[in-house]
């Protein structure tokens, strides 16, 4: 699945550019991004409050693990 797909499906696709200007094209390469990688990517707490962001950050590294188990 391509990050532009992915982002899509969570209506997040405003930060595909800054993601494949970094080189993630797929979303198997952000298995292990933090939100220090993202904040340092451009990509700035998402207009949420801290514990909603843990929650999403847990949220996509499950969707993430999941899609990269699925492809195995």
Known sequence: MSVQEWLS???LDMYANNL???GFTS???MTDITWE???DIGIHKLGITSHSQK???K???VQLHYIS???R
């Open 9 to 11: 499906m969570l209506c």
């Open 20 to 22: 494949l200007k970094e």
């Open 27 to 29: 979303v198997e390469q």
């Open 37 to 39: 990688d993202l904040e």
């Open 55 to 57: 929650s999403f950050h």
């Open 59 to 61: 949220l996509v590294v």
């Open 69 to 71: 188990d699925a492809r």
